[in-house]
């Protein structure tokens, strides 16, 4: 396997702790990703897929087990060193685009950056510009978020999420609300992105055919790796 | 976006525009409420001043008088007295012992403006058939119209004031048929008498006072008196009209005289000042309340409003200190955009009901009192009262949990 991106050690999701309501989400789940690698994430509703996606995107803390983003160990770090590794490493497709709506498409690419290096910039600008052309979207950066088609947004999404170029793009059914047009334009659009830049990509879908045509498949049943 | 702007100004300036109509019925809140209180607080100082003004330039804020005359029960020996009940001596006019002394004691004290020795006792102005009871006031000029501005209330004439010369009250000419330039025969009870020129008419916006007040000289009115180079009062303005009672005590405690301020010769319009300044603060402080409150609660809505926003950013690696501080830029955003709509609005509604209200005579109700501190300390204070109503909901927008926020 390539470098190693992203390691999963007998990680556990319990919620409720010690409540009558306790209940165990994800089940000693071992995962590799490596650099450059696109994988997609299967399973039925309720699974554990997102609660995984939201545990390697840094968003929620395992209950145990290990979880080690380029070789560091995710467990020893405070809540201000997750944002930080969570901005340079990771990056988020979501299903529902999540766009900015106060901001315009370069505005919302632009976020990222702004919100790491504090002030704007004509390089901030440039990349947002740059990453424009690459999503096919140069002619609407100045349209709002919610003056463009779905397919536009999670263009502008795909954007967004590479605007700090990570090592690691975590999308969430980033297909599931478009039509199967713009879902085949987005996934190619991802899987140029990552052949081109390296990118590792880990995608959940329900959608088998977008599956097959990533590196390799896992699926979670029951919160567990079923193969 | 302008390169000098930091990310958080950005995302308050754009949260805030995004939502225009909450913004602008948040804002116009701010602008009524900051509005009454730059209205009421100019307003009211401008009557305070105006009432403060009518009162204390009339009439000293420290007067020194000599102590009563008391009389002691004779005591035989220890604990052995002959009469247990002693009658009250009559007052005689006297004079403060060692005045000079006490008056340059007063002059060096720092808290002290002027000070001015003035005899006063009563006296008979005859003018032909006509006489009154007037109390006559022997006053050194130089100093005096520093204390009671009587040159600022003079009608008729002028506040020239020589051996041969006396300022009556308006009333007082009146009933006596005088004017200025008319002779005035004053007698004191002593039998002595003296013809003076009447130089001036003053109005001090009483009845009373104008039926029975003449001004003349120091020196004429110790020998009209009878006393020889004596003063019955001293009297004292200082530099914080507040702390003349405080003072008053201090003086009375380290000499031999009586200290009377004019708050305890003016009990009743003191604690009237007092009460228009407490109701003052009080409504200042609900209306900067109500204003605060307004302020949290469209946050709140805002925050909730946003969280799938405030998720994605925090996604993002916006932190938790940047998402609080977006926020608190929203509050004090609020707040200092406010602030200058309502003191303007402050303004204007002063401007124009200076102009409108008036007094029975015609005269203004109260002084135009705009100073830019006011509106400085306005400002001031709502950007404060936004920031810190802002808090609660920048701290909720701070701790959202990204994935709960993404979720819904």
């Known amino acids: 396997m390539a470098e190693e991106i992203l390691r999963l050690e007998r990680v556990c999701k319990t919620y409720n702790v010690g409540l009558p309501s306790e209940v165990e989400v994800l089940h000693d789940i071992d995962l590799e990703l490596g650099h450059g690698e696109f994988l997609a994430l299967m399973g039925p509703s309720g699974s554990g897929k997102s609660t995984l996606l939201n545990i390697v995107g840094l968003l929620d803390r395992p209950t145990s087990g290990r979880l080690l983003i380029k070789g560091r160990d995710t467990g020893l770090l405070d809540d201000n060193e997750l944002t930080h590794l969570r901005g340079h490493t990771i990056g988020f497709v979501f299903q529902h685009h999540l766009l900015i709506s106060a901001f315009t498409a370069r505005e919302n690419i632009m976020m990222p950056m702004l919100a790491d290096r504090g002030f704007p910039s004509a390089e901030i600008a440039a990349r947002a510009d740059h990453l424009l052309a690459e999503v096919g979207l140069e002619r609407f950066g100045n349209n709002l978020a919610n003056n463009m088609s779905g397919g536009q947004q999670q263009r502008v999404a795909v954007a967004r999420a590479l605007a700090m170029n990570p090592d690691l793009v975590l999308a969430d059914e980033p297909t599931g609300n478009l039509d199967s047009k713009s879902a085949d334009a987005v996934f190619e659009l991802m899987r140029r992105v990552n052949r081109e830049s390296g990118t590792s990509f880990l995608l959940v879908t329900h959608n088998l055919d977008l599956a097959r045509r990533c590196d390799r498949i896992i699926e979670v049943v029951d919160g567990r790796i079923a193969h | 976006m302008n390169r000098w702007l930091p990310f958080e100004w950005i995302a308050a300036v754009r949260f805030l525009r995004e939502g225009r109509l909450q913004t602008a019925f948040i804002i116009g809140g701010i602008s009524i409420g900051v509005g009454v209180i730059v209205f009421m607080s100019a307003m009211l100082a401008g009557m305070e001043a105006n009432f403060i003004k009518?009162?204390?330039?009339?009439?000293?804020?420290?007067?020194?008088?000599?102590?009563?005359?008391?009389?002691?029960?004779?005591?035989?020996?220890?604990?052995?007295?002959?009469?247990?009940?002693?009658?009250?001596?009559?007052?005689?006019?006297?004079?403060?012992?060692?005045?000079?002394?006490?008056?340059?004691?007063?002059?060096?004290?720092?808290?002290?403006?002027?000070?001015?020795?003035?005899?006063?006792?009563?006296?008979?102005?005859?003018?032909?058939?006509?006489?009154?009871?007037?109390?006559?006031?022997?006053?050194?000029?130089?100093?005096?119209?520093?204390?009671?501005?009587?040159?600022?209330?003079?009608?008729?004439?002028?506040?020239?004031?020589?051996?041969?010369?006396?300022?009556?009250?308006?009333?007082?000419?009146?009933?006596?048929?005088?004017?200025?330039?008319?002779?005035?025969?004053?007698?004191?009870?002593?039998?002595?008498?003296?013809?003076?020129?009447?130089?001036?008419?003053?109005?001090?916006?009483?009845?009373?006072?104008?039926?029975?007040?003449?001004?003349?000289?120091?020196?004429?009115?110790?020998?009209?008196?009878?006393?020889?180079?004596?003063?019955?009062?001293?009297?004292?303005?200082?530099?914080?009209?507040?702390?003349?009672?405080?003072?008053?005590?201090?003086?009375?405690?380290?000499?031999?005289?009586?200290?009377?301020?004019?708050?305890?010769?003016?009990?009743?319009?003191?604690?009237?000042?007092?009460?228009?300044?407490?109701?003052?603060?009080?409504?200042?402080?609900?209306?900067?309340?109500?204003?605060?409150?307004?302020?949290?609660?469209?946050?709140?809505?805002?925050?909730?409003?946003?969280?799938?926003?405030?998720?994605?950013?925090?996604?993002?690696?916006?932190?938790?200190?940047?998402?609080?501080?977006?926020?608190?830029?929203?509050?004090?955003?609020?707040?200092?955009?406010?602030?200058?709509?309502?003191?303007?609005?402050?303004?204007?509604?002063?401007?124009?009901?200076?102009?409108?209200?008036?007094?029975a005579d015609g005269s203004e109700f109260f002084p135009l009192i705009l100073e830019r501190n006011l509106f400085i300390y306005t400002a001031v204070l709502a950007t404060v009262t936004g920031l810190l109503a802002a808090t609660a909901p920048a701290v909720r927008a701070a701790k959202l949990d990204p994935v709960v926020a993404i979720r819904g």
């Open chain 2, 54 to 359: 009518r009162v204390l330039t009339s009439q000293p804020q420290i007067q020194l008088l000599t102590p009563d005359q008391v009389a002691r029960p004779l005591r035989n020996a220890a604990g052995e007295i002959e009469d247990a009940v002693v009658q009250r001596p009559s007052q005689r006019v006297i004079s403060i012992d060692q005045w000079p002394k006490i008056r340059a004691q007063m002059l060096a004290m720092p808290e002290v403006t002027a000070v001015s020795p003035t005899i006063t006792g009563s006296a008979l102005a005859i003018r032909g058939d006509a006489s009154r009871a007037v109390t006559l006031t022997g006053i050194e000029p130089d100093t005096y119209f520093n204390i009671v501005k009587v040159p600022d209330y003079i009608v008729a004439g002028s506040a020239r004031l020589t051996s041969e010369d006396i300022i009556i009250g308006t009333e007082l000419a009146k009933n006596l048929g005088a004017t200025v330039g008319d002779k005035l025969n004053l007698q004191a009870a002593s039998s002595a008498n003296r013809v003076l020129t009447i130089s001036g008419l003053v109005d001090f916006g009483n009845k009373g006072a104008n039926q029975r007040v003449a001004f003349i000289a120091l020196r004429t009115g110790q020998s009209l008196l009878g006393m020889i180079g004596g003063v019955t009062t001293i009297d004292m303005t200082i530099k914080d009209i507040y702390a003349a009672e405080t003072i008053a005590r201090r003086i009375q405690a380290a000499t031999a005289v009586e200290a009377d301020s004019w708050i305890a010769t003016n009990a009743q319009f003191y604690t009237a000042v007092q009460a228009q300044i407490y109701t003052n603060t009080l409504i200042r402080v609900f209306v900067g309340l109500s204003v605060a409150f307004g302020i949290a609660a469209v946050l709140i809505v805002s925050v909730i409003q946003r969280s799938k926003e405030i998720g994605i950013l925090r996604a993002m690696g916006t932190s938790r200190g940047q998402i609080l501080r977006v926020f608190l830029l929203q509050g004090g955003l609020l707040g200092f955009v406010g602030s200058l709509f309502g003191a303007t609005m402050g303004a204007l509604a002063l401007i124009y009901w200076h102009a409108v209200a008036r007094q």
